[in-house]
């Protein structure tokens, strides 16, 4: 609130900004005041001015250090107090007449009286003014004690007590919630903290316990399970594990010792990071909508109005402390708390930092604002002085890498992504400025022959953005797309991923076929003053995406050269340890050939290892929460690699088809199994999956027969001569003994629609490569190269709508025999289910021999051709390859053509049986 008895000084600098563009600006300007006394003291007491008319209750603290009082600001927010300083043996006169002027009833004294004398504390009761100490043996202990004032909550703050920045920084944020700040040492856990964590344990397990009994309805944890959320402020070298391990572990469930506390840190590389990162981390989101505040005339002004269920922080009225000390920063911040704002701390190097945070956070600073920002300084010009002022907030407007102002004009190279953006905020001719941007919070420009999204990054307030399937190389526009949470970059030709390192807010992120070969490089969070670019770092992309829970690196195509194709091999999986809360993660189709790196992702449960070459399975044994993994197409696999699996018993779907395995064994203990797939495994015994067979519900083989469960065999069904006949059918076929197999069906249908998407995917890769040739602008060999895809992309569609076509016939006939009893109607029905599948992988091992022919020929023929060349055209490494890639087609055509024979005969034998089996 805005004092109405208080002048705001307005400073509008227009004069400063309008020597650095050329360009006009109506962008409403931020309004600045300065709360400021000749010294600390007299500067808290400008606070208090400031903010409150009148208040109850005021907070007293030391201005000579800081350790006791690193706490009070969650408190002052409490009580909606404000924070007085005072010396340790006398208080200022001017803060009495401000404590008298207010008409504080109660003083709340933080500190022992090493910080503040019992002689204050005399001095204010015989005022009639009550007071209360609030202190321990230390700061730690202080810090506890103020705590307890808070009573029972479900989050707590935590900052090192051994420097008063962090505990400033999280301090507003831990107001707005109305939860303490705890402070700990780096590498030990006080015992006055322990005892305190440990109580609150004991009274959130009880309070618990009595909901689930129907004893009380008073719980905060109604509707929910226990949920203790502790933000650390600092990584490990700030406040160790250890300590915040302690905080984790005490949260427990008394009976069945299940943890229910969960800490989250908030880092940085020095406390001016740490600060920004803490704002951002509760930044608010405006729902775009104008209230007033206040009800007095003068001072009125509007503001944007926002949710604050779970976003804690506004930017409308920023707090500007310098962090080369605690005092003005600790009084402006109970001022803060009280608007819910946050005290931005200013150092001599980190303004572009800040500049950073506003320009892409602050909700209203465009041209288009109508209400003005506020930009409250805390101290005066010698701790901050106005030129630093000038260099955060002066030149904001005129920054070139973000359209904002009458800069705000948004131009877009690419016409199609203009006309799709024009079409969205339905402005169809015009300049398009921030403001016809700023509102969008959704985009699917799909398959739309995009080739470069500059003028994107105007769209700041972005959460879905779907890029799939254009001709993009250049995903620099994104860079301060911070909001985005799903964001769909698939099929394009995506090489620098580093640009996507900012976007710390992602849930979901879509990288499948693209160029990625590198994921180590990420861009730097500021920028010098002239530059427009951001330097290269070693750091993974995703070293900060700790919210990232779906991830696909994938290629859709496996096979032929593919000009688009992520090389992710084995060693770019270490960039993936910080993604600590990947649930999903699709690397399909790469080159990962070993899975060592991915033991760390515990949180996975979903798992896409097709077409990686892989064997070795024994990293999977960590990952214990699986209930999803695809290994199918790695011909490496056999029986004997399986071993780890045993120990994944959440599995819900397995899919090991087309692999080398002849063993189950491993698999006897997934008994949560719905979905296996085993197809095109030389597989001889089913035993070990027997117990579990009625669980699974999609499989694509059948063991009823391997089982014993033959039903309806009786012999009197058919007529003896026709029983005759297809004894002599078994013989010309060699089918077998159909007296054991006459009820055994070879396929059991999965859902109809199983494969849409699937479907769908696969038209639009192809429509998407077809545009790419149609493009031009090609080499020959690029173009040969998509072209081979192409054709890869069609034959994969074609198989998959062939066994789309047999499934449904299938499933159609099952339909049929789910509702017979008759055992002769029953066989005719599974005989004709038979006859469809073997139908169906006659063909498909006949189109696999055609394929490997071809290849095979295409094959030889770039060995003849490098031969004639000379040594000097090639090395014996390509020769070496090449010959190795004939050896794999050759296997494939052998072991498809036994294939061939083995269906030609099951498909001729069962139409033969169908052809008598109708006329009985």
Same mark, same amino acid.
């Given at each position: 609130?805005?004092?109405?008895?208080?002048?705001?000084?307005?400073?509008?600098?227009?004069?400063?900004?309008?020597?650095?563009?050329?360009?006009?600006?109506?962008?409403?300007?931020?309004?600045?005041? %300065?709360?400021?006394?000749?010294?600390?003291?007299?500067?808290?007491?400008?606070?208090?001015?400031?903010?409150?008319?009148?208040?109850?209750?005021?907070?007293?603290?030391?201005?000579?250090?800081?350790?006791?009082?690193?706490?009070?600001?969650?408190?002052?927010?409490?009580?909606?107090?404000?924070?007085?300083?005072?010396?340790?043996?006398?208080?200022?006169?001017?803060?009495?007449?401000?404590?008298?002027?207010?008409?504080?009833?109660?003083?709340?004294?933080?500190?022992?009286?090493?910080?503040?004398?019992?002689?204050?504390?005399?001095?204010?009761?015989?005022?009639?003014?009550?007071?209360?100490?609030?202190?321990?043996?230390?700061?730690?202990?202080?810090?506890?004690?103020?705590?307890?004032?808070?009573?029972?909550?479900?989050?707590?703050?935590?900052?090192?007590?051994?420097?008063?920045?962090?505990?400033?920084?999280?301090?507003?944020?831990?107001?707005?919630?109305?939860?303490?700040?705890?402070?700990?040492?780096?590498?030990?856990?006080?015992?006055?903290?322990?005892?305190?964590?440990?109580?609150?344990?004991?009274?959130?397990?009880?309070?618990?316990?009595?909901?689930?009994?129907?004893?009380?309805?008073?719980?905060?944890?109604?509707?929910?399970?226990?949920?203790?959320?502790?933000?650390?402020?600092?990584?490990?070298?700030?406040?160790?594990?250890?300590? #915040?391990?302690?905080?984790?572990?005490?949260?427990?469930?008394?009976?069945?010792?299940?943890?229910?506390?969960?800490?989250?840190?908030?880092?940085?590389?020095?406390?001016?990071?740490?600060?920004?990162?803490?704002?951002?981390?509760?930044?608010?989101?405006?729902?775009?909508?104008?209230?007033?505040?206040?009800?007095?005339?003068?001072?009125?002004?509007?503001?944007?109005?926002?949710?604050?269920?779970?976003?804690?922080?506004?930017?409308?009225?920023?707090?500007?402390?310098?962090?080369?000390?605690?005092?003005?920063?600790?009084?402006?911040?109970?001022?803060?708390?009280?608007?819910?704002?946050?005290?931005?701390?200013?150092?001599?190097?980190?303004?572009?930092?800040?500049?950073?945070?506003?320009?892409?956070?602050?909700?209203?600073?465009?041209?288009?604002?109508?209400?003005?920002?506020?930009?409250?300084?805390?101290?005066?010009?010698?701790?901050?002085?106005?030129?630093?002022?000038?260099?955060?907030?002066?030149?904001?407007?005129?920054?070139?890498?973000?359209?904002?102002?009458?800069?705000?004009?948004?131009?877009?190279?690419?016409?199609?992504?203009?006309?799709?953006?024009?079409?969205?905020?339905?402005?169809?001719?015009?300049?398009?400025?921030?403001?016809?941007?700023?509102?969008?919070?959704?985009?699917?420009?799909?398959?739309?022959?995009?080739?470069?999204?500059?003028?994107?990054?105007?769209?700041?307030?972005?959460?879905?953005?779907?890029?799939?399937?254009?001709?993009?190389?250049?995903?620099?526009?994104?860079?301060?797309?911070?909001?985005?949470?799903?964001?769909?970059?698939?099929?394009?030709?995506?090489?620098?991923?580093?640009?996507?390192?900012?976007?710390?807010?992602?849930?979901?992120?879509?990288?499948?076929?693209?160029?990625?070969?590198?994921?180590?490089?990420?861009?730097?969070?500021?920028?010098?003053?002239?530059?427009?670019?951001?330097?290269?770092?070693?750091?993974?992309?995703?070293?900060?995406?700790?919210?990232?829970?779906?991830?696909?690196?994938?290629?859709?195509?496996?096979?032929?050269?593919?000009?688009?194709?992520?090389?992710?091999?084995?060693?770019?999986?270490?960039?993936?340890?910080?993604?600590?809360?990947?649930?999903?993660?699709?690397?399909?189709?790469?080159?990962?050939?070993?899975?060592?790196?991915?033991?760390?992702?515990?949180?996975?449960?979903?798992?896409?290892?097709?077409?990686?070459?892989?064997?070795?399975?024994?990293?999977?044994?960590?990952?214990?929460?699986?209930?999803?993994?695809?290994?199918?197409?790695?011909?490496?696999?056999?029986?004997?690699?399986?071993?780890?699996?045993?120990?994944?018993?959440?599995?819900?779907?397995?899919?090991?088809?087309?692999?080398?395995?002849?063993?189950?064994?491993?698999?006897?203990?997934?008994?949560?199994?719905?979905?296996?797939?085993?197809?095109?495994?030389?597989?001889?015994?089913?035993?070990?999956?027997?117990?579990?067979?009625?669980?699974?519900?999609?499989?694509?083989?059948?063991?009823?027969?391997?089982?014993?469960?033959?039903? *309806?065999?009786?012999?009197?069904?058919?007529?003896?001569?026709?029983?005759?006949?297809?004894?002599?059918?078994?013989?010309?076929?060699? *089918?077998?003994?159909?007296?054991?197999?006459?009820?055994?069906?070879? *396929?059991?249908?999965?859902?109809?629609?199983?494969?849409?998407?699937?479907?769908?995917?696969?038209?639009?890769?192809?429509?998407?490569?077809?545009?790419?040739?149609?493009?031009?602008?090609?080499?020959?060999?690029?173009?040969?190269?998509?072209?081979?895809?192409?054709?890869?992309?069609?034959?994969?569609?074609?198989?998959?709508?062939?066994?789309?076509?047999?499934?449904?016939?299938? #499933?159609?006939?099952?339909?049929?025999?789910?509702?017979?009893?008759?055992?002769?109607?029953?066989?005719?029905?599974?005989?004709? $289910?038979?006859?469809?599948?073997?139908?169906?992988?006659?063909?498909?091992?006949?189109?696999?021999?055609?394929?490997?022919?071809?290849? $095979?020929?295409?094959?030889?023929?770039?060995?003849?051709?490098?031969?004639?060349?000379?040594?000097?055209?090639?090395?014996?490494?390509?020769?070496?390859?090449?010959?190795?890639?004939?050896?794999?087609?050759?296997?494939?055509?052998?072991?498809?053509?036994?294939?061939?024979?083995? *269906?030609?005969?099951? %498909?001729?034998?069962?139409?033969?049986?169908?052809?008598?089996?109708?006329?009985?």
């Amino acid at each position: 609130m805005i004092r109405k008895r208080k002048q705001i000084l307005t400073l509008i600098l227009a004069s400063v900004i309008s020597s650095t563009l050329c360009y006009k600006v109506n962008a409403a300007y931020p309004t600045r005041k %300065r709360l400021a006394g000749e010294d600390r003291y007299i500067t808290s007491l400008k606070v208090a001015q400031d903010g409150w008319d009148s208040s109850y209750y005021a907070v007293l603290a030391c201005g000579e250090d800081y350790p006791d009082a690193l706490s009070s600001v969650p408190l002052a927010k409490k009580y909606d107090a404000p924070i007085l300083l005072t010396h340790r043996t006398y208080i200022d006169s001017s803060i009495v007449e401000e404590l008298k002027s207010l008409k504080v009833g109660k003083v709340f004294i933080i500190g022992g009286t090493a910080s503040i004398s019992d002689t204050i504390l005399n001095q204010l009761n015989s005022l009639d003014i009550q007071t209360e100490r609030i202190g321990g043996v230390d700061r730690y202990d202080t810090s506890v004690k103020i705590a307890e004032k808070f009573g029972k909550v479900n989050t707590l703050t935590v900052a090192t007590g051994e420097d008063y920045a962090d505990a400033i920084s999280i301090g507003s944020a831990a107001g707005a919630m109305g939860v303490p700040v705890l402070l700990v040492p780096k590498n030990i856990m006080p015992e006055g903290t322990r005892n305190y964590i440990e109580e609150l344990n004991t009274v959130i397990n009880s309070d618990y316990n009595n909901k689930q009994k129907g004893q009380t309805t008073n719980s905060s944890n109604e509707g929910e399970f226990r949920n203790i959320k502790v933000f650390v402020v600092g990584d490990n070298s700030v406040v160790s594990d250890n300590v #915040a391990r302690e905080f984790e572990n005490t949260f427990k469930d008394d009976v069945t010792n299940e943890q229910f506390g969960y800490v989250e840190r908030i880092t940085g590389s020095d406390k001016y990071e740490r600060n920004i990162n803490v704002i951002a981390r509760f930044l608010e989101k405006s729902t775009g909508t104008d209230v007033d505040y206040d009800d007095v005339d003068d001072d009125d002004y509007t503001k944007t109005d926002y949710s604050t269920k779970y976003d804690l922080f506004s930017l409308n009225n920023i707090f500007v402390a310098s962090g080369d000390g605690f005092a003005d920063a600790l009084s402006g911040a109970a001022e803060a708390a009280k608007n819910r704002a946050p005290v931005i701390l200013s150092g001599t190097s980190n303004s572009n930092l800040i500049k950073d945070l506003i320009l892409t956070k602050i909700p209203n600073y465009n041209n288009d604002s109508t209400n003005p920002e506020y930009i409250t300084v805390l101290g005066g010009e010698g701790v901050l002085p106005n030129s630093r002022v000038r260099e955060i907030f002066g030149y904001i407007i005129g920054d070139k890498n973000t359209s904002t102002g009458d800069s705000s004009i948004t131009t877009f190279q690419d016409s199609k992504l203009e006309k799709l953006i024009r079409d969205k905020v339905g402005k169809p001719i015009g300049t398009l400025a921030y403001s016809d941007l700023k509102n969008i919070t959704s985009l699917n420009l799909s398959n739309e022959g995009i080739t470069d999204i500059s003028g994107l990054e105007s769209c700041v307030n972005l959460k879905s953005l779907d890029l799939s399937y254009n001709q993009i190389k250049d995903v620099k526009p994104l860079l301060k797309l911070y909001d985005i949470k799903d964001l769909n970059l698939s099929h394009n030709k995506i090489s620098d991923v580093s640009y996507l390192s900012n976007l710390t807010s992602l849930e979901q992120l879509n990288l499948s076929d693209n160029n990625i070969s590198d994921l180590s490089h990420s861009r730097e969070n500021t920028k010098d003053d002239d530059d427009s670019d951001y330097d290269k770092t070693s750091d993974s992309v995703f070293k900060n995406m700790t919210h990232l829970a779906f991830l696909d690196l994938s290629n859709s195509s496996v096979s032929g050269s593919y000009s688009y194709k992520n090389s992710i091999d084995s060693s770019d999986l270490d960039e993936l340890e910080y993604l600590i809360r990947l649930t999903s993660l699709n690397l399909k189709g790469t080159n990962v050939a070993s899975l060592t790196n991915l033991k760390e992702l515990e949180t996975l449960t979903t798992l896409n290892l097709s077409d990686t070459s892989v064997s070795n399975l024994e990293p999977l044994e960590e990952l214990t929460d699986l209930t999803y993994l695809d290994l199918s197409n790695n011909s490496r696999i056999d029986g004997d690699d399986l071993k780890p699996l045993q120990y994944l018993t959440k599995l819900k779907y397995l899919n090991l088809s087309n692999n080398r395995i002849d063993d189950l064994t491993y698999l006897k203990g997934l008994k949560n199994l719905n979905t296996l797939y085993l197809e095109d495994n030389p597989i001889l015994d089913y035993t070990p999956i027997l117990s579990y067979k009625n669980s699974l519900y999609y499989r694509d083989f059948d063991i009823s027969s391997i089982s014993g469960d033959v039903t *309806y065999s009786k012999d009197s069904t058919i007529d003896g001569s026709i029983k005759g006949q297809i004894n002599d059918f078994e013989d010309v076929y060699e *089918y077998g003994d159909y007296d054991k197999l006459r009820f055994r069906v070879l *396929y059991r249908p999965y859902d109809t629609g199983a494969y849409s998407d699937t479907l769908k995917g696969l038209k639009q890769e192809m429509d998407w490569l077809q545009q790419e040739i149609a493009s031009g602008g090609m080499s020959s060999l690029e173009l040969k190269n998509v072209n081979d895809d192409l054709t890869s992309v069609k034959n994969e569609l074609s198989d998959i709508t062939k066994k789309d076509a047999m499934n449904s016939e299938a #499933a159609n006939l099952e339909n049929q025999l789910s509702s017979s009893y008759d055992a002769k109607d029953m066989e005719k029905i599974i005989n004709k $289910i038979n006859y469809e599948y073997s139908d169906y992988r006659y063909d498909y091992y006949r189109t696999l021999v055609d394929r490997c022919t071809s290849d $095979i020929q295409n094959i030889k023929a770039q060995i003849q051709l490098i031969g004639l060349q000379g040594s000097g055209y090639s090395s014996t490494n390509t020769i070496d390859s090449l010959q190795n890639m004939l050896e794999e087609k050759q296997k494939n055509k052998d072991f498809a053509e036994e294939k061939i024979n083995m *269906y030609d005969r099951y %498909r001729n034998f069962f139409n033969a049986v169908n052809s008598v089996l109708e006329q009985n």
